[in-house]
T-cell receptor, first 115, second 112 residues
Framework: GAGVSQSPSNKVTEKGKDVELRCDPISGHTALYWYRQSLGQGLEFLIYFQGNSAPDKSGLPSDRFSAERTGGSVSTLTIQRTQQEDSAVYLC?????????????FGPGTRLLVL | ELKVEQNPLFLSMQEGKNYTIYCNYSTTSDRLYWYRQDPGKSLESLFVLLSNGAVKQEGRLMASLDTKARLSTLHITAAVHDLSATYFCAVDGETSGSRLTFGEGTQLTVNP
């Protein structure tokens, strides 16, 4: 595909359940980012991957959140024991990693609702 | 900690009018991005500004960057209804790695 894709597009879950969100970056993009967008907090950075490693995971809000990337491509964001405050839109972005000059291209997002 | 502030946060304007959205940021950076978001949609890249004095224009939108003042502007000329959306500026700070720090967003409504 031409752009960043994410699945599922919508997820409703019960408090305490685990969820997995998936991101397929643009082919050839080595950098991948996860952000969260919520009404109260705006757009927040969560984690950044360069290849399969995560040099910056400082935005993950708690140890219930984890992410991995395999094969330098697909990434999965996992939220364990979901809480109502986890409800948000989770956005994935990817970019070329060239000399620090790069535009991040965003996917359509996963809308997570924790009941 | 890098802070990015936009103003105004809400803007209602008539078609045909001009207006400017301001984006101030708190730390040294020469990489600033403008994105557009339509309701229920994701973020669409509008402009990438990579040096002091950079100016980019696309249609009725023009963005500029003053790194000394730590200020970017997004100027709207002769607004049309199709420009109604939320506009975000984002900064890639020198000490913040590759993450983007976003402003709060400016919700623009252009009325016929």
């Amino acid at each position: 595909g031409a752009g960043v894709s994410q699945s599922p597009s919508n997820k409703v879950t019960e408090k305490g359940k685990d969820v997995e969100l998936r991101c397929d970056p643009i082919s050839g993009h080595t950098a991948l980012y996860w952000y969260r967008q919520s009404l109260g907090q705006g757009l927040e950075f969560l984690i950044y991957f360069q290849g399969n490693s995560a040099p910056d995971k400082s935005g993950l809000p708690s140890d219930r959140f984890s992410a991995e990337r395999t094969g330098g491509s697909v990434s999965t964001l996992t939220i364990q024991r979901t809480q109502q405050e986890d409800s948000a839109v989770y956005l994935c972005a990817s970019s070329w990693e060239t000399s620090g000059r790069k535009t991040q291209y965003f996917g359509p997002g996963t809308r997570l609702l924790v009941l | 900690e890098l802070k990015v502030e936009q103003n105004p946060l809400f803007l209602s304007m008539q078609e045909g009018k001009n207006y400017t959205i301001y984006c101030n940021y708190s730390t040294t950076s020469d990489r600033l991005y403008w994105y557009r978001q339509d309701p229920g949609k994701s973020l669409e890249s509008l402009f990438v500004l990579l040096s002091n004095g950079a100016v980019k224009q696309e249609g009725r939108l023009m963005a500029s960057l003053d790194t000394k003042a730590r200020l970017s502007t997004l100027h709207i000329t002769a607004a049309v209804h199709d420009l109604s959306a939320t506009y975000f500026c984002a900064v890639d700070g020198e000490t913040s790695g590759s993450r983007l720090t976003f402003g709060e967003g400016t919700q623009l409504t252009v009325n016929p």
